[in-house]
């Protein structure tokens, strides 16, 4: 997130890759896929950094929106949110994925079986198993996955 306004922050990344149609569209549609839009509709021109951190990090994700992407990369999207801000934020990724093609990065377990369909476990750079979510968590194929999701280490 950078330090300007809300609007700015949406509009940013379209604005500078040659963005040529409504930028006030573009960021509401934006925010509203983001499910921030009732939310800040009114404090557009208000600094970022005045949000949540569950607000910010959904700005981002209306961020990334605003310029079109095929894939979006959520590094430890809920890190340091409240249970509240994190539960939204899952809600959005399930919501976003019919659309999008979403890798997340987590070391939440717990998380990782919520939201995701397919699962890639991987350990000192290299892929260990990945598959089905659900195979993954209940019937791993491989000792160092089955170990890491126990939580016999990690």
């Given at each position: 997130?950078?330090?300007?306004?809300?609007?700015?922050?949406?509009?940013w990344g379209?604005?500078i890759?040659?963005y040529?149609?409504?930028?006030a569209?573009?960021v509401?549609?934006?925010?509203?896929?983001?499910?921030?839009w009732?939310?800040v509709k009114?404090?557009?021109?208000?600094?970022?950094?005045?949000?949540?951190?569950?607000?910010?990090?959904r700005?981002?994700?209306?961020?990334?929106?605003?310029?079109?992407?095929?894939?979006?990369?959520?590094?430890?999207?809920?890190s340091?949110?409240?249970?509240k801000s994190?539960?939204?934020?899952?809600?959005?990724?399930?919501?976003?994925?019919?659309?999008y093609?979403?890798?997340?990065?987590?070391?939440n377990?717990?998380?990782?079986a919520?939201?995701?369909?397919?699962?890639?476990?991987?350990?000192e750079?290299r892929?260990?198993?990945?598959?089905?979510?659900?195979?993954?968590?209940?019937?791993p194929s491989?000792r160092?996955?089955?170990?890491?999701i126990?939580?016999?280490f990690g």
């Open positions: 997130m950078v330090p300007k306004s809300i609007f700015k922050n949406v509009a379209a604005s890759n040659g040529r149609g409504n930028l569209e573009l509401e549609q934006s925010l509203r896929r983001a499910a921030l009732n939310e009114d404090k557009l021109r208000d600094s970022a950094l005045a949000l949540s951190g569950g607000q910010q990090q700005l981002c994700i209306a961020r990334a929106i605003a310029v079109g992407p095929e894939v979006m990369l959520m590094d430890e999207p809920c340091a949110l409240d249970p994190t539960a939204r934020i899952e809600d959005l990724i399930r919501e976003l994925r019919e659309r093609t979403i890798i997340i990065v987590t070391h377990m717990q998380q990782a919520r939201v995701s369909d397919i699962t890639a476990f991987f350990m750079g892929l260990v198993e990945s598959g089905d979510t659900a195979q993954i968590f209940t019937n491989n160092e996955t089955e170990d890491y126990t939580g016999r």
